[in-house]
């Protein structure tokens, strides 16, 4: 009789623990170990971010749905963020108003020759900034500081009279030979991702080249640079993108002739109402006419690089971890 | 004697060979620099001292003086007022891109499924935020926080700050989110900054017994100040060529302009130069401050 008694307590009390274990285990699925690995605690950050992203690309989506819609859409305030009905009319304006395939084509050759340029001249300087020996090398790295922390308003006047006295003004040098020099759009940053590469590589490569004969520059051009690779891709990503979108020199320096598509978007009404009998209100109005044709211009304009940052997205990211700021 | 001598040349020449290589490297970046850079900032200088006139020979400098920065300064006020405002919203702009980006790596440095995909979309705005595209997003009145107006945010500035902290207020509160476009690469910056902080830290101060909270402040924070300051200067930096900033279009139309001339503007630019020196050379003190304080010094 005891017996039994005492059998059935303990089996009660077994089962109470296994349940309350599996309560923990849920317990710990939800709220996790930590403040930060629980199902609950992934939701909420999910959400936040969700909701921020939202927030964060909502200009984005409004451009891509105001320039899809049609000019009814645009007044009705009914339609929101979804148009009625698909109309590529301000696509087939925007196309003319840029001149898209002349401009992209201008684009295209400024940013993919500055970057290549740049990614050459930064490699060579963060280079000898890392390996080579000679005196002044801190002065120099610093003065690569400085020149980040200059603001290009000091430099622009000087710039613009030096162009014109070489004649560069409205001409792709402006962009090529800077660029050539280390000088490019952020050229700074550039050396100091190419710098923080080659110090990580291992002595051992140079002294062994160095044994069998191989000069300097064999070393750098045969051995350095090839293992540079991922680093050149990232630099000139970053350099392509940041030259297709300049847009404070570029309306200075290619205001006119060769011309980048960042300026046409300036224009674009200009040529609109050239091209197309459209009457434009007052500039910066919000005026249904000209909204949705500058809105398709202005995703035309971003959807080469969106494309390109689509594909190469993984090296961007990683490129600002190259960039050794982050020691 | 000679022999000696003859060694100590053998010597030097071998190592100018060693260094000439070197400089050899370095020398398109010294030509572009010394052609880019520290040219066009003297030039500015001296410019900036000066009236130019442009005739047919060419340039024509007149020696003024501080007239330009007198002029500037005293008898044409609105650029000094513009400038002032300017600040006074970069000095909100600033604390807003950091905390926004070091709240944001917060969260993407946690692990959460999509954590890749959150990570693209808050780097997306540096593929394209940039100049005309944004001022004419911005034309369209797309960059302001869409519950600006349902809760009167206006209306709760003024009576919370007033004067021009209302003003500078507002004004960032209407560009916030195209200012937080600006902050794509500081997030990321941030994010390799929590990776270097060591697992075992953590580990240390929980068997200690601290809260997620108190591990925060005491090891997250200090340990990341030196990246604060870092992006608090890139920022900076960034902020230049930020659409909105109201020097660059001034610059440029008084170059062009027949009363004012390169002259003055070149004398605008340094005046604006000279004051972010100032900010940047406060971010730099308070970062080593702050770094020193937590003990990290890095």
Redesign the interface.
């Known amino acids: 009789m005891r017996l039994a008694e005492t059998a059935k307590r303990l089996r009660l009390e077994a089962e109470d623990r296994l349940s309350s274990r599996t309560a923990q285990r849920v317990k710990r699925f939800v709220l996790g170990q930590?403040?930060?690995?629980g199902w609950l605690?992934?939701v909420i950050?999910?959400a936040?971010?969700t909701v921020?992203?939202y927030?964060?690309?909502?200009?984005?989506l409004?451009?891509i749905s105001?320039s899809l819609k049609s000019l009814s859409d645009l007044i009705d305030p009914v339609v929101g963020l979804i148009p009625r009905e698909i109309d590529l009319h301000n696509y087939i304006d925007a196309w003319k108003g840029l001149r898209y395939p002349e401009a992209f084509a201008n684009t295209l050759f400024l940013a993919s020759i500055g970057s290549v340029f740049q990614v050459f001249?930064c490699a060579?300087?963060g280079?000898?900034?890392a390996r080579?020996?000679?005196?002044g090398?801190r002065l120099?790295l610093l003065?690569?500081i400085v020149?980040?922390?200059?603001?290009?308003?000091?430099?622009?006047?000087?710039?613009?009279?030096?162009y014109h006295e070489l004649g560069f003004l409205h001409t792709p040098f402006v962009i090529f030979i800077?660029a050539?020099?280390?000088?490019g759009v952020r050229?700074a940053l550039f050396?100091l991702i190419f710098r923080q590469f080659f110090l990580a590589q291992p002595k051992a490569l140079e002294e062994a080249a160095k044994m069998d004969g191989a000069s300097?520059?064999r070393l750098?051009f045969r051995i350095m640079l090839p293992l540079a690779g991922a680093s050149c891709l990232v630099v000139f990503l970053f350099s392509f993108?940041?030259y297709w979108?300049?847009?404070?020199e570029a309306?200075?320096f290619l205001s006119q002739g060769f011309t980048p598509l960042?300026?046409r978007?300036?224009s674009l009404e200009m040529e609109l109402i050239g091209n197309r009998a459209l009457s434009f209100g007052e500039e910066?109005a919000?005026d249904p006419v000209s909204?949705g044709p500058?809105?398709a211009?202005?995703f035309l304009?971003?959807l080469p690089?969106?494309i390109?940052?689509l594909i190469a997205?993984r090296w961007?990211?990683e490129g600002?971890?190259r960039t050794g700021?982050?020691e | 004697m000679k022999a000696d001598w003859e060694r100590r040349k053998q010597y030097w020449l071998f190592r100018w060979k060693d260094y000439g290589v070197g400089y050899l490297f370095m020398l398109p970046w010294i030509i572009g620099f010394c052609s880019f850079v520290a040219f066009p900032v003297g030039w500015s200088v001296f410019n900036s001292f000066h009236k130019i006139t442009i005739t047919a020979d060419g340039f024509q400098y007149t020696w003024v003086g501080l007239d330009n920065y007198r002029h500037m300064l005293f008898e044409n006020s609105a650029y000094p007022i513009i400038l002032i405002t300017y600040f006074q919203q970069m000095l909100i702009i600033i604390p807003l891109i950091l905390i926004f980006a070091f709240f944001v790596a917060l969260l993407l440095n946690q692990r959460f499924p999509g954590r890749g995909f959150m990570r693209m979309v808050f780097f997306l705005p540096v593929i394209f935020a940039t100049g005309q595209v944004v001022i004419e997003l911005f034309s369209q009145g797309a960059g302001e926080l869409p519950f600006m107006e349902q809760y009167r945010v206006k209306e709760l500035a003024e009576r919370f700050f007033g004067g021009w902290v209302e003003d500078a207020v507002v004004n960032v509160l209407q560009q916030a989110i195209i200012i937080l476009w600006y902050s794509g690469v500081q997030i990321l910056i941030f994010i390799a900054g929590f990776q270097t902080i060591p697992k075992t830290l953590y580990e240390a101060i929980r068997v200690d017994g601290a809260s997620p909270w108190e591990s925060f402040w005491k090891i997250t924070f200090p340990w990341m100040i030196p990246f604060i300051g870092l992006n608090a200067i890139y920022t900076i930096v960034d902020l230049f060529t930020f659409p909105f900033n109201p020097v660059l279009e001034i610059v440029s139309r008084n170059m062009f302009t027949a009363t004012t001339g390169y002259g003055y503007a070149s004398a605008m630019a340094w005046l604006y130069f000279l004051l972010i020196l100032i900010l940047i050379l406060f971010a730099l003190w308070f970062t080593y401050r702050a770094s020193k304080k937590g003990g990290y010094a890095r």
Request: charged share 10%; net charge negative.
């Open positions: 930590n403040l930060n690995d605690a992934k950050i999910l936040m971010l921020i992203a927030l964060y690309l909502n200009p984005l409004e451009m105001t001249s060579m300087t280079y000898a900034l080579l020996n000679f005196p090398k120099f003065l690569t020149t980040f922390l200059v603001p290009p308003q000091i430099t622009i006047v000087p710039l613009y009279m030096i800077p050539l020099l280390g000088q050229g050396v300097v520059f750098y993108i940041w979108n300049m847009h404070y309306t200075l960042s300026i978007l300036e910066g919000k909204e500058r809105m211009a202005a304009i971003i690089p969106l390109v940052y997205q961007f990211t600002i971890e700021m982050v």
